[in-house]
Every structure is written in structure tokens, then in C-alpha cells.
């Protein structure tokens, strides 16, 4: 009695705040206008809702609340990215990366606390494991950059720290809050998921999500994505390609965008070049590369800028859409593969010991 924690509006899509609405005796309509008035107004106080009756007001706080990620770090960077570090129940933090770029703002958004994946040029992977996030953790990263920035983010691509189809249930309601009318209203176009790989799961979000798709591929033959993907291993490519084909098929307007770290003298030859065309043809599709930003202690490095032109070319000249990622942020750390948070690190964790991996430049 007295120590259950209050339902947090931040967790509930429109669905479920219809049903807690219904549960209170009250219209599902009223579940709707909360909704509106936390997302698209970022109102979290119940006083302030006022078309909700005072009685319902005070019957909604005494089940719920509206709880926001902490800021601990608010970071811009030279070019006009901006990074925060939030801070979740229990000592944990994410990062959040906002990109603008003219009329574009993008969002990248976590989906956990570190990954389990364990790809071998990622920073976050060092940082281990330590759970997933809520609906409520992921959206929050939304709504806290729609109200530091003072307007709305354009795009959200689903790759900040974690395996977003290892979360599955809470990205899905999370997506739904971000193409809702009543919420951030993103098209199904400017939602992106980014995997690494999960086959089916990447078959059931067919089933109930419709956002754009990117994949890390990263190599273009499964004895190298082996290596850098680990996670090759139980869904190697055989059944990926065509899985990602699925995914897109019936929209012609879409394509899937691979992203594909260039790494010297690893993946970046002629010779993958050629492999990477021969695999995804008949695959509408985008290549996204992304210069491989170095962080302590990895051995790779990045390919130098003509390696990754060339290599660029060669995919043009075969008639794919082929660009190189500009790289955002790296003057705070923000850019793909470095972003860290602090993991309450479980999975390399001595009986007894907690460790807190932290970097230098987070508080
Ligand atoms: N787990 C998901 C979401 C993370 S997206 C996925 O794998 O798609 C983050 C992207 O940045 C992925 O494509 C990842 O492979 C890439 N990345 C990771 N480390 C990087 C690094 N050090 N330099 C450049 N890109 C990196």
C-alpha cells in the first residue's frame, strides 16, 4: 500500500490511454486530449489541462503522473548538433543526438541501455548491457528535445544506444506516439529503424509498424559480417536481404537504406564493392556510408576520404544510390558508434561489484 509508483502518462499510446481513461469511468475522448496536451502542447502539469473536469483531474493524479528523463548534460556542438545525457530511474544514462540540417531537425533516439550485440567498431557495445527502455524513456528523448529546442523535430531515426527489435513492444507504442495526429505527427517516412539485424523480428514489425527501414550491414559477405555483426551468426544474409525485401515490398516508394561502415583495409575494397553490388541487386535500395568514427582503445580505422569516394563511385556506376554520411557531432562525442551514456553495467559485473563505466567528458 502507498509504495506502488504511479502510472506514467509517458508510457501510454493513444490506445492505452484510452483504455486507463475508460478504467477511470471516464470517455476514452478525454484519454485523446491528455495525450495532445502532453506531446503536442508539452503539458505535464493536470491543472493545466482544462477540458479535463476538476474532478477528473484529481482522480487522474492520484493513479498517474507524467515523469521526463533528466537532462544531466546538455552539450552543443560547433556545427549545431546537440547532444543530451539523461539520466533514468536507477543511475542510468542515455544519449540523444538532435542533427539540424536547414529545415530538417533529426532526432536519434535510444532504444536501450548499451546493446547486447557486440559489433566490434562500436563504442556502445564496450559499454555492455544493462536493460531496455520504456515507451515512456524512449519517447521521452522526443519530447524533451521538441521542448528544449522551442520547435518540432522533423525526422526520427531509431539509432542511438541499443538494438531498437531487442525492445520490440516499446519501440513499436513509441513509434505509434510519433506518427500519432495527436502527437509529434512524423509520417511513416521521417520514422526510421535502424537493426542491425533481428530477421524475425524485422518480419513481425511488417506486421504492425509501417516506418522506414535501415540495416547496418556493414560487410557484403557473411564470413566478414560475421565478424563485425556478430549477430550474422543466427540471421546471416541469406535470410536478412530478402527479409529487408519484404519489409519494403508493396511501397515504391521505399527503399532500404544500408548503412556500411567503412573501415581501413577491412570492408572497403574493390573487391567488396563488387560483392555488395552483386547482393543487393534486385533490392531497391540506399547505401549510406558512414566513415568510421575511432574511439579509445578500437584498432580499426576510418578509410581514408579517396578510398571511400572510389568506393562510392563503383556503387553509383552500377546504379545504386550510394552517399557518404557527413559526419555530425564528433567534437562532443556524438557521432554514430560513440555514443556511451553510463550503463549500470550487468553483464561484465562481479558478483557483489557494481562498475560504473563513465567517460571523462560526462559529469
Ligand atoms: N543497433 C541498431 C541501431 C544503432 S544505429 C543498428 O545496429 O542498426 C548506429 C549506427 O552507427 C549503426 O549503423 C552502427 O553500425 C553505426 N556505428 C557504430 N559504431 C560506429 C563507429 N564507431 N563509427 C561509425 N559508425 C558506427
Redesign the pocket.
Known sequence: MGTERKINLLDLDRRAMEALFQDLGAKPFHGRNVLKWIHKHGVTDFDAMTDLSKRLRQRLAGVAEVRVPEIVFDQPSRDGTHKWVLELECGNRIETVYIPDGERATLCVSSQVG?S?D?S????ARQGYNRNLSVGEIIGQLWVAARQQGKPVTNVV???M???LANFDAVVSAMDIMQDDLAYMLSKYRVTL???GIVPALRRLREVSDVSL???L?APNDELRDRLVPVNRRYPLAELIPACRDFIAGDKRRKVTW?Y?MLDGVNDSDRHARELIRLLEGTPSKLNL??????PGTDYRCSPPERIEAFRQRLLRSGLIAITRKTRGDDIDA????LVGRVQNRRRRLPGQVVTIERSATP
Open positions: 546493446c550485440l559489433c567498431f562500436c563504442s556502445t531509431m539509432m542511438g541499443g538494438e531498437p535502424s537493426t542491425s535501415a540495416v547496418s556493414h548503412e561502415v558512414i566513415p568510421f568514427n575511432p574511439f557521432a554514430c558508434g560513440q
